[in-house]
Structure formats: C-alpha cells, structure tokens
C-alpha cells in the first residue's frame, strides 16, 4: 500500500524560505519509472502543479516558479523535499505530494496523494 | 489562467448524465498526451478517477468514464449521484512548458 504524507511549517513570514517534505511508503524513489510530484491549491482555488523528480533524478518545475523551487530526493529515507523562496503571502495553499508512475509506455498518472499541509505566508 | 480549460461548474439531478469538458492544444492533449482526471470531494485530497484518458483505478465505480479527442477531453458521469457532488480536475503534460498542467477545475452540483 502506498501512502504519502507532507510536513513542514504551518507558518512562514514573507521573504522566508519554506521547506516541505513529503516521507512516502510502499514504493522506491529508484525504480524505473517511479516519480513524486508537488501540487498545492490556495484557498479556494485550483490545483497548480509544481514540480516533479523522477527515479533516475530528472526534475521538471512550473516554469512560472522554477526559479524559486529545488526538489530533491533521498532514496533511502524515502523522502523527497521541496524547498520554495522568497515566499509571499500569495503562496499561502495547502501543498500536496503525490506518486507518480509510467510503465511501458501508459501513464497512470498521479495514483496516489498524501492528505496535504497548509501552509500560511504572514508577517 | 490554466493551461487546460475546464468550465467552472456544471450541474445534474440524480441519476442524470452529466460531462466535463477539457480543452487543450497541440503541445498538451493534442501532442497525444495522457489526461487523467481528479475528483476532489470537500475538505479532501484528490483522488485519481481515470488515468491515460480512458482508464479507472480499481475502486472507482463504471459511472465515470473518460475519452479523448483531438485536443479535448471528456468527464462523463451517469447516474448522478449525491455523493459525486465535488470538485474535477483535468491534469496533462505539455511539451513546451517541460511538465505537469492542470485544468482550472469544475465545481459539480448535484441538485
């Protein structure tokens, strides 16, 4: 059985760097195909996603925040952070990770989410 | 603005059909990319309601049903029922933005 869940701040002045980790079970970050993405949703607002690392280390980022995201991973903790900075009141959201995963070809999107983290930007 | 287009709500009485609309371009779902589908029930996390266009999890009841067509896709849920009343999100990958996009959402009444 898969599961994620999300920890980090609950609260985070503005110009401060947000740290988030998303600790995952049932699955390896190192086989093939394998991926974990982060999404987060303001109040009251859609889903935007952020970023995505993959098995073999590849990142992808929201071009419209890559400048201020990192993901990594760390394979044998089983855990995948997510750094964001400069953060703004306007990042205020719950943040989602979620597993990911193609096999030969099909992909089966993002399967599996853990239960989200609010994060609220206020000085 | 999103990327996919959704429209913001649609409603249906119980036991009606309902769809969901999402519309793309030729660097997302009319590239051949998978849509998948989301449904997000108040207060909740998403959950994965149909992968690779077509495709439900196991677990996911045959009510819903998805399909793809050029740049477009489609939701489609028969036999409303209370508890379909949620919010649905399309979610593809586009090729000239690198990543993930997610439509803007579509609030379903049940009424």
Request: charged residues 15%.
């Amino acid at each position: 059985q898969i599961t994620l869940k999300e920890s980090g701040p609950t609260l985070v002045k503005p110009t401060q760097t947000l740290t988030l980790t998303c600790t995952f079970s049932g699955f390896s970050l190192s086989t093939s195909g394998v991926g974990v993405g982060w999404i987060r949703q303001p109040p009251g607002k859609a889903l935007e996603w952020l970023a995505l690392i993959y098995w073999d280390d590849d990142k992808r980022y929201s071009p419209s925040l890559k400048s201020r995201l990192t993901i990594t991973k760390d394979t044998s903790k089983n855990q995948v952070v997510l750094r964001m900075t400069n953060m703004d009141p306007v990042d205020t959201a719950t943040y989602y990770c979620a597993h990911k995963i193609t096999v030969a070809g099909t992909d089966y999107g993002l399967d599996v989410w853990g239960q989200g983290t609010t994060v609220t930007v206020s000085s | 603005q999103s990327v996919l287009t959704q429209p913001p709500s649609v409603s249906g009485a119980p036991g009606q059909r309902v769809t969901i609309s999402c519309t793309g371009s030729s660097s997302n779902i009319g590239a051949g990319y998978a849509v998948h589908w989301y449904q997000q029930l108040p207060g909740t996390a998403p959950k994965l309601l149909i992968y690779d266009n077509s495709n439900r999890p196991s677990g996911v009841p045959d009510r819903f049903s998805g399909s793809k067509s050029g740049t477009s896709a489609s939701l489609a849920i028969t036999g409303l029922q209370a508890e379909d009343e949620a919010d649905y999100y399309c979610q593809s990958y586009d090729s000239s933005l690198s990543g993930c996009v997610f439509g803007g959402g579509t609030k379903l009444t049940v009424l």
